[in-house]
């Protein structure tokens, strides 16, 4: 079975603290991939996408990575704000159709 | 603004009875999905629709149905013989043309039992 891991699944900082969230995929067909966060009780917002040819992205404070030699994913959030507090999923896009998700890190930034 | 509708944002369904979540997208995606989100689970794929009139099992398709007469549209049912429907149930969307592209999602439904 073919699986995505996040690593922590929680995780509570003080504000202003940089911060590295982790994903880890077992399958070599993942092509691109995604990381969202989702606020409780809302859907998934975009936050960055890796394509394959790409190593990494940034987005303003976010930096993602993609080392698909390895099978892992990280995303950096620089000066952590209380506004960050949410859950973070990784999300590994194969063709077919059949995109597999991380069950997700829980960040608390503390004021 | 280009995006994911999704309607009721909670719903409460009965013993035995069928309720449909609709998803209703502007972006002229071809290809759109519906997930299951369960505490501390990772999202699981149910259905999914490359084009119009054509649709695929996912993961989790037994108890549910859906539709695909519209390219905006894909609406979900969740029919009586899903035992376990209390669930966040989130519709997305991509261009579709390989299966790996970006996905949008909506906002959610949050599927309780009476």
């Known amino acids: 079975k073919q699986e995505v891991t996040q690593i922590p699944a929680a995780l509570s900082v003080p504000e202003g603290e940089n911060l590295v969230l982790n994903c880890s995929f077992t399958?070599?067909?993942?092509?691109?991939l995604q990381w969202f966060r989702q606020d409780p009780g809302k859907g998934l917002t975009s936050l960055l996408l890796?394509?394959?040819?790409?190593r990494e992205q940034t987005s303003g404070r976010l930096n993602a990575s993609l080392d698909k030699s390895s099978g892992r994913s990280t995303l950096y959030i620089a000066a952590s704000q209380p506004g960050d507090s949410a859950t973070y999923l990784c999300a590994g896009l194969r063709g077919g159709f059949k995109t597999i998700f991380g069950a997700g890190t829980r960040l608390f930034v503390k004021a | 603004d280009g995006g994911i509708t999704q309607s009721p944002k909670y719903l409460f369904r009965k013993e035995g009875q069928n309720v449909t979540l609709s998803c209703e997208q502007n972006l002229n995606h071809d290809a759109m999905y519906w997930y299951r989100q369960d505490p501390g689970q990772g999202l699981r794929l149910i259905y999914y629709?490359?084009?119009?009139?054509?649709?695929q099992k996912g993961d989790i398709a037994e108890g549910y149905s859906v539709s695909r007469e519209k390219k905006e549209s894909f609406p979900l049912t969740v029919t009586s013989a899903q035992k376990n429907p209390t669930a966040f149930y989130l519709c997305a969307s991509s261009r579709g043309a390989f299966g790996n592209e970006k996905l949008f999602f909506g906002s959610g439904t949050q599927l309780s039992v009476l």
């Open positions: 399958d070599s067909a993942i092509y691109n």
């Open positions: 890796i394509q394959s040819s790409q």
């Open positions: 629709s490359q084009i119009v009139n054509d649709f």
